[in-house]
């Protein structure tokens, strides 16, 4: 267990709908990063927070957005599914914006879009 | 980040020495080495960092060449466990800190 908590492990749904997938960082944490890994693309940095505002904006797609709450969980928000939205999710928690000791991942979330 | 490259994939047998190497010819001055590893489809896991001097701990060995050129992951005795894929990212860590990772290094550890 690393610490950082992701929910659900799995999901399958249909295109167009909506999802939201959620971390909580390890104990301690104020960043919160999320990842796409789709089979074709490898691991993709979407975004990023530090206690709550925005700090980074990598490859996200217009249709997905997120949030880092008061309490530091994040939730990772995707609309309009298309069957290309299908991937591995993964959540990632730093003590702060910059640190000498790396990230610390989650299990991911395993979207499937039927 | 500094661009890095990786072979695509490599062998070891177990209880042997991996070396895994990484090149990172245009690495800036303030850019460390990092090494993460991603057991099949796990999350990835933070394996080591370094910025000129060799480091050492529980889990691996980073040796970094004079020049900063490129680096070497050295896994004392590789076991089947240790089979994922390696990722190398050259990084300044300043501000946003985000990681950008390539296509990393298969490891096959085999019995």
């Known amino acids: 267990d690393s610490g950082v908590t992701q929910t659900p492990k799995h999901l399958i749904t249909a295109t167009g709908q909506r999802v939201t997938l959620r971390c909580s960082p390890r104990s301690g944490d104020l960043s919160v990063y999320w990842y796409q890994q789709s089979l074709d693309q490898g691991l993709q940095f979407l975004i990023q927070y530090y206690n709550g505002e925005e700090r980074a904006k990598g490859n996200i797609l217009e249709r997905f957005s997120a949030q880092q709450f008061p309490d530091l969980h994040s939730e990772l928000n995707l609309s309009s599914l298309e069957l290309g939205d299908s991937a591995l999710y993964f959540c990632a928690s730093s003590v702060d914006g910059q640190t000498n000791y790396g990230y610390t991942f989650g299990s991911g979330t395993r979207l499937t879009v039927v | 980040d500094a661009k890095t490259t990786q072979p695509p994939s490599m062998d070891c047998a177990e209880g042997r020495a991996a070396n895994l190497p990484c090149n990172h010819s245009?690495?800036?001055?303030?850019?460390?080495v990092y090494w993460y590893r991603q057991i099949h489809s796990q999350g990835p896991q933070y394996i080591i960092h370094g910025l000129k001097n060799n480091e050492t701990n529980e889990m691996a060995s980073l040796i970094i060449t004079e020049d900063r050129k490129s680096s070497t992951l050295i896994l004392p005795h590789a076991t089947l466990r240790d089979t994922a894929v390696y990722y190398c990212?050259?990084?300044?860590?300043?501000?946003?800190?985000?990681?950008?990772f390539g296509k990393g290094t298969k490891l096959s550890v085999i019995p």
């Open positions: 990212i050259a990084t300044s860590g300043a501000g946003s800190y985000q990681l950008t």
């Open positions: 245009t690495i800036s001055g303030n850019e460390y």
